[in-house]
């Protein structure tokens, strides 16, 4: 990260929870435990400063909780209190990192547009931020049109930041002196989100739906290159109606990676790809995190933040640090919490039947399979909690594709294979140090990571408790703490 003189530049990190989740509670979201993780200064003295808001429905009284959780009112209100916090605390130079969960991940992206189009005002002008509000209504949605009253507002009231080359063409025709050199432009660093939920108004199934949500359609949560790296997990399992997810979109997510592919350079290792947008298994709750059974939150919540440290934000070090907590297992429930009983019984049951129907919108390709869902779509029927062969309506799409995953993951040995024996990963392993340990040198690294390719999908998300292969030594493996 680039100095701005003689000041280091901040990074802020900006955390939405879901519908009804609260801080408070006591099993946390993967929202709530990413802000946990997070080092108030990096190792550089980098300062990362964390904004947490709860959600929709939590700060009122029982009803109103209610009718706003089910409604998805007070969203605005949420976007303009960050905004807010932006104001008074950006200056040029800083990095903005942005994560949510189910409303909170669609609040999240709207926030990132909500900045697209009304720029960050001055602090000097934070008395116009119903103005800044009202640039953002006015803005058509997700179609990266600049309006000619957005430029001009910018230019007066956001005079720190450009948030296109369109505002700083614009600076240079309209204000005398404009040094374009002096004036940055603007990219949000990461977004991390769990399952997105739009939910805004009444179901859209439900008659006149499209007349009364009409009041919500400026939000915007379209995913643009003014984000750097982006991720997104979508819940495989979810059934709700009311709780259909709101995509990044496989064609915008490989557009967008191919931008930054380079001519004539060997293609970008999967794991290395800027934006992902991955299904993993369980229901919206097993996604995002705040259950009794966390496994498949666990394996959610790592694969967002290893995005996350890839772009450049630290965990603390600390032996209580909640990342040193997580167990993530692909073969956990698909429901984070027990079922009631009587839940789908009776009229009632038949009642919430008619409002539950799998995901319509699943993957098409393996690449926006999760490991994880590989793993228990090829896993003994008899090993799971369902006690049965795990094959969701929502991943048909790639069916075959899926059978046959198995079979690419197997290595094929120039002579006689090395004998083998199951390793669990302990805290400070890497592949590198296991390489020196293994193989004698840490450069043959890869060669393990190959042989962990079906247990294994990222080289720098090794988790603590996870089981992968390596070659049996012909001694105990001695691991050097500099390795």
């Known amino acids: 990260m680039p100095e701005t003189g003689s000041r280091k530049p901040k990074r802020l990190v900006f955390c939405f929870d879901g519908t009804w989740n609260q801080l408070s509670a006591d099993r946390p979201t993967n929202v709530v435990q990413l802000a946990q993780m997070l080092v108030p200064v990096a190792q550089d003295g980098t300062p990362q400063i964390v904004y947490y808001d709860e959600g929709i429905g939590t700060n009122t009284n029982w009803l109103r909780q209610h009718i706003a959780g089910a409604l998805g009112r007070g969203m ?56 800044a ?4 209504k006015s803005a058509e949605a997700g179609q990266g049109v600049e309006s000619e009253e957005g430029l001009r507002f910018r230019s007066e009231y956001c005079r720190g930041v450009c948030v296109s080359a369109a505002d700083r063409d614009y600076r240079k025709q309209n204000l005398p002196g404009f040094d374009p050199e002096k004036v940055p432009i603007l990219t949000i660093r990461y977004l991390g989100v769990w399952d ?83 299904w993993f298994p369980g229901v919206h709750g097993a996604v995002g995190g705040g259950g ?4 498949l939150s666990d394996e959610a919540l790592l694969w967002v933040l290893q995005g996350a440290r890839q772009a450049g934000l630290e965990l603390r070090d600390e032996v209580d640090n909640p990342a040193y907590k997580l167990r993530p297992d692909p073969f956990d429930a698909l429901q984070n919490e027990p079922k009631v009983p009587w839940s789908m019984r009776g009229p009632l049951g038949a009642l919430r039947r008619l409002f539950r129907s799998a995901r319509p919108n699943g993957p098409a390709g393996l690449d926006q399979v999760s490991l994880s869902a590989l793993r228990r779509w090829h896993a003994d029927p008899g090993s799971l909690p369902e006690g049965k062969a795990y094959r969701p309506v929502a991943l048909k799409g790639c069916a075959d594709q899926i059978a046959e995953w198995a079979a690419q993951c197997q ?73």
Do not use: C
């Not at 997990?233 to 997810?245: P, S």
């Not at 962990?452 to 080289?459: A, K, T």
């Open 292 to 295: 009794a059974r966390h496994g």
């Open 76 to 131: 605005l209100t949420i976007l303009r209190e960050a905004y807010r916090f932006l104001i008074f605390n950006y200056e040029p130079g800083d990095e903005i990192y942005a994560f949510g969960f189910s409303r909170g991940a669609y609040t999240a992206r709207s926030f990132v547009g909500f900045i697209r189009h009304a720029g960050i005002l001055d602090v000097t002008n934070a008395n116009v931020i119903d103005r």
């Open 133 to 136: 509000i009202a640039i953002y």
């Open 196 to 278: 997105t939920v739009r939910a805004l108004g009444i179901p859209d199934f439900l008659p006149l739906a499209g007349a009364i949500n009409r009041k919500y359609s400026f939000h915007n949560a379209v995913l643009t290159s003014k984000i750097r790296a982006a991720r997104h997990a979508v819940a495989i399992d979810e059934e709700r109606a009311t709780f259909r997810a709101t995509l990044f979109g496989p064609e915008k997510v490989r557009e967008l990676n191919s931008r930054n592919q380079r001519s004539g350079e060997e293609p970008m290792p999967d794991w290395k790809l800027h934006y992902q947008e991955k």
């Open 411 to 483: 290595i094929e040995w120039k002579g006689d294979p090395p004998q083998l024996e199951d390793y669990t990963v302990r805290r400070g392993d890497s592949f590198s140090r296991l390489a020196k340990a293994r193989l004698g040198d840490p450069k043959r690294w890869k060669e393990l990571f190959d042989l962990n390719r079906d247990r294994i999908d990222d080289p720098n998300m090794l988790s603590i408790g996870a089981v992968i292969r390596l070659p049996v030594p012909s001694q105990p493996p001695q691991i050097s703490e500099d390795g």
